[in-house]
T-cell receptor
Framework: GAVVSQHPSRVICKSGTSVKIECRSLDFQATTMFWYRQFPKQSLMLMATSNEGSKATYEQGVEKDKFLINHASLTLSTLTVTSAHPEDSSFYIC????????????FGPGTRLTVT | KQEVTQIPAALSVPEGENLVLNCSFTDSAIYNLQWFRQDPGKGLTSLLLIQSSQREQTSGRLNASLDKSSGRSTLYIAASQPGDSATYLCAVKSVKEYGNKLVFGAGTILRVKS
């Protein structure tokens, strides 16, 4: 199946700094990518849908100025957490929509963000 | 708005037992349903994908069924093993959700005791 990678897998940053997370589709082109957030012992919460070449669509309650999403190519989307605070500490997972007709979504391995 | 519910929330079984995880969804207008496995601190591993026109899918000891009209899916795990211990998530790709996004259930935490 299709492979989605994320980098970094873990990041620790100080409060007030910004962190960028990359999501790449390795062997397919992804016109649409999704960014999820997962708190401990909870399910995935969709943050935003990222479409190549256009602005991301954010879910209700997600601050677009805090979570900047860029989908500049068909294989790369980035999520930047700006002015991070401890409450932003979470597990961030991206997924990409395959270009075949199955409508299957492929998920990355996730990025653990810890803000101190 | 599509809602996905998984029952039970947690399950503990002895090794070797066959088990069933349940997933229900409120809107039958779906493209597909996926079952995922998530180990602690890890990402999601796709187990089975059932298209809306299909009734079931099988992979090894796993069998997933879909009854779209009643809004239900089950994941059957045969001869469970300690390595099956994980959280199992059900998700539907809903036709009516903007952007065809996946809607997830809260998951079932499975523990298989040796």
């Amino acid at each position: 199946g299709a492979v989605v990678s994320q980098h970094p897998s873990r990041v620790i940053c100080k409060s007030g700094t910004s962190v960028k997370i990359e999501c790449r589709s390795l062997d397919f082109q992804a016109t649409t990518m999704f960014w999820y957030r997962q708190f401990p012992k909870q399910s995935l919460m969709l943050m935003a849908t990222s479409n190549e070449g256009s602005k991301a669509t954010y879910e209700q309650g997600v601050e677009k100025d805090k979570f900047l999403i860029n989908h500049a190519s068909l294989t790369l989307s980035t999520l930047t957490v700006t002015s991070a605070h401890p409450e932003d500490s979470s597990f961030y997972i991206c997924s990409a929509w395959g270009t075949d007709s199955s409508y299957e979504q492929y998920f990355g391995p996730g990025t653990r963000l810890t803000v101190t | 708005k599509q809602e996905v519910t998984q029952i039970p929330a947690a399950l503990s079984v002895p090794e070797g037992e066959n088990l069933v995880l349940n997933c229900s969804f409120t809107d039958s207008a779906i493209y597909n349903l996926q079952w995922f496995r998530q180990d602690p601190g890890k990402g999601l591993t796709s187990l089975l994908l059932i298209q809306s026109s299909q009734r079931e899918q099988t992979s090894g000891r796993l069998n997933a069924s879909l009854d779209k009209s009643s809004g239900r899916s089950t994941l059957y795990i045969a001869a469970s093993q300690p390595g099956d211990s994980a959280t199992y998530l059900c998700a539907v790709k809903s036709v009516k959700e903007y952007g065809n996004k996946l809607v997830f259930g809260a998951g079932t935490i499975l523990r298989v005791k040796s």
